[in-house]
Every structure is written in structure tokens, then in C-alpha cells.
């Protein structure tokens, strides 16, 4: 009955327009990423354009969280808004974090499976960014919608293997004779499948929201 009701009542529809502003962000950031791992181009301004895309996110995650506050009917539940733009924003957090550990250690070259990695974070992202428009009507596309979380899951998976290949290689080449080299390289490891971690949480978020409206 109350979901109905809600049916009949006029939405605030300007969420999935912010949703998709933000994530058109987070796969500019994930190109960025790709890019840096894979040494192409200047290193320092994708560090630098990656950063003002977070902040970029920032702003827009607030704008959300505003207006869930001042919306008088949301087009899904106002805890899963909350929830999914803060997964959202979590993922390109990381990149952030992982862009500070980069700069920190000075790192200007990167294992062939790091460079993996940025190949799948902009996958999710592209993922993230196709199911977002989708949830204007979560009832029509519930069947892509599910497809796509499932996707990540895969993708988190290969990122899950590529980090344990990672650094079972380092600790091979570096963990009795350079201990910085593999301090340094499981760091960075474990910030990418950090990233990739994100992005399933939105898509565990996704799912979630199909879940309660279909």
C-alpha cells in the first residue's frame, strides 16, 4: 500500500541527474588511473586530475546529501540515496588514497598487474556509470541492473587473484633483499583492490535498491 501511495505522489527526479554527474566523475578518475599505472603520458597531472576529480565527487555527494534532506518524496528510499552516493564517493576516495601513496614513495614505474588493476577499476567504473541512468526505472531494467552487479563481483574477483599474484612476484623479487620495494609495492596492491572493493559495494548497493522496488 505505502508503495502505491508513493507511486501516485510527484519525485524528486534531479538525485539521478547528480548521480550521474558523479559518475561520470569516477570514470574520468578511473581513466586517470589506468593511465598513470600504465606510465603513459605525464604522471604528475593524472596525480593532479584525479585529486580535483575527488573533490570534484565531494561536492556533488554533498549536494545529494542536501537534498535528501529538503525533499519532501524520493524516488527510492532516503537511506539507500545516502548509502549509494557514499559508496560512490568511496571509491574515488580511494583512487585519491592511492594517488597520496604514489607521490609519497615517488613511484614512477609499476608492476604489470597494478597496470591490470587500472584496466579493471575503469571497467567497474564504466559499469557503475551504465546502471545509474537504469535506476530512474529499477522495475524495467532490473534484469541489466542485476546483470551489471554481478559483473563487478567478477571483476572484484580477478582484482582479488591479480593482488595475490602481485605480491607473491614481489616478494619473490624484493622480500629478502629490497624490504622497502615490497613495503612500498604491497602497499600500492592492496590501495587498487581497495578501489575495485568500492565498486562492488555500490554494486551490493545497486542490488539492494532492485531488491526493495521491483
Known amino acids: 500500500m505505502l508503495r502505491w501511495f508513493r507511486a501516485l505522489l510527484p519525485r524528486e527526479d534531479r538525485f539521478f541527474d547528480l548521480f550521474d554527474r558523479h559518475s561520470r566523475v569516477v ?3 578511473a581513466n586517470s588511473m589506468k593511465a598513470l599505472l600504465a606510465e603513459e603520458g605525464d604522471m604528475q597531472q593524472h596525480c593532479a ?3 580535483e576529480l575527488e573533490d570534484e565527487a565531494d561536492e556533488i555527494t554533498r549536494e545529494v546529501l542536501l537534498a535528501v534532506r529538503r525533499s519532501f518524496i524520493t524516488p527510492f528510499d532516503r537511506g539507500d ?3 549509494l552516493i557514499q559508496s ?3 571509491a574515488i576516495d580511494m583512487m585519491r588514497k592511492t594517488v597520496k601513496t604514489i607521490k609519497l614513495f615517488q613511484q614512477t614505474s609499476f608492476d ?3 597496470k591490470e ?3 579493471l577499476i575503469v571497467e567497474a567504473a564504466e559499469l557503475i ?3 545509474i541512468p537504469l535506476l530512474n526505472r529499477v522495475g524495467t531494467h532490473s534484469t541489466r541492473l542485476s546483470a551489471i552487479a554481478e559483473q563487478v563481483v567478477r571483476i572484484e574477483d580477478l582484482s582479488d587473484d591479480l593482488h595475490d599474484e602481485g605480491l607473491q612476484s614481489l616478494f619473490e623479487r624484493y622480500g629478502k633483499t629490497d624490504p622497502m620495494a615490497y613495503m612500498i609495492g604491497s602497499e600500492i596492491f592492496g590501495e587498487l583492490e581497495k578501489v575495485v572493493d568500492r565498486f562492488e559495494d555500490v554494486a551490493d548497493e545497486i542490488s539492494g535498491i532492485v531488491i ?3
Open 129 to 131: 556509470a551504465e546502471a
Open 49 to 51: 586530475r584525479i585529486i
Open 112 to 114: 604489470p598487474r597494478m
Open 212 to 214: 526493495e522496488n521491483v
Open 117 to 119: 588493476m587500472g584496466g
Open 27 to 29: 570514470v574520468e578518475a
Open 88 to 90: 560512490m564517493d568511496d
Open 81 to 83: 540515496i545516502k548509502d
